[in-house]
């Protein structure tokens, strides 16, 4: 079910927490959203230096000097240069993503991080079985896909040395149980 843009712009904000994204990124960021959607963020984040958007279904013409929306594959997207980043964010796209594939896809961002980059990584958190059951049905029915819980702990297990975890947390709205995890590399 396609939702159109400026319903879901007022939508989303009811039930995804944020400033508790925004909170971690620095002024002057150079950001790059994986898995941008509709590029909701980018209406909450001030003082930016780029923003760039790359999605599967995202719409490239909405660029301008310093924002960019990119049509492609996140997993591919990752064989670019990467440099021109230091602020990564991947908020709600890993539940999109193959379980076998979820690892590599993450391990490969991570090792691309360079010193004091950012990366913010917020998916749902399968706390308990009413929040699972629900957000498992919603994304049925707003994407007809059978949602791939991130196994959080497992990634934190296997992070390494140089990354430091700044914040791992999660926060409830209504039904939806959101877990976060800032990552920086040292
Ligand atoms: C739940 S939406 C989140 C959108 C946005 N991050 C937000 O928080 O509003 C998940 C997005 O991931 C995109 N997506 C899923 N798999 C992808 C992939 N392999 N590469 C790029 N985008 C992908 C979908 O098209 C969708 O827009």
Redesign the pocket.
């Known amino acids: 079910m396609e939702i159109p843009q400026k319903i879901y712009f007022k939508l989303?904000p009811l039930i995804?927490p944020i400033k508790k994204i925004t909170n971690y990124i620095q002024e002057e960021a150079n950001i790059i959203?994986?898995?941008?959607?509709?590029g909701?963020?980018l209406n909450y984040i001030i003082n930016f230096k780029s923003y760039t958007g790359?999605?599967?279904?995202?719409n490239p013409h909405h660029s301008s000097n310093n924002v960019k929306f990119i049509k492609?594959?996140?997993?591919a997207?990752l064989d670019n240069n990467l440099n021109k980043y230091n602020t990564f964010?991947v908020?709600?796209?890993i539940h999109?993503?193959p379980v076998d594939t979820q690892f590599i896809f993450l391990n490969k961002l991570i090792s691309s991080l360079k010193l004091g980059d950012i990366l913010i990584i917020k998916d749902i958190n399968p706390r308990n079985f009413i929040y699972k059951f629900w957000n498992s049905f919603h994304?049925f029915i707003i994407?007809k896909q059978i949602i791939n819980y991130l196994d959080f702990e497992k990634l934190k297990e296997n992070l390494p040395g140089d990354i430091q975890i700044l914040a791992n947390f999660h926060s409830r709205i209504f039904l939806y149980d959101h877990y976060f995890l800032v990552l920086k590399k040292c």
Request: with cysteine; hydrophobic share 45%.
């Open positions: 989303r995804l959203d994986l898995g941008c959607g509709k909701l963020l790359v999605d599967l279904n995202t492609a594959d996140c997993l997207f964010l908020i709600d796209l999109h993503i994304d994407s």
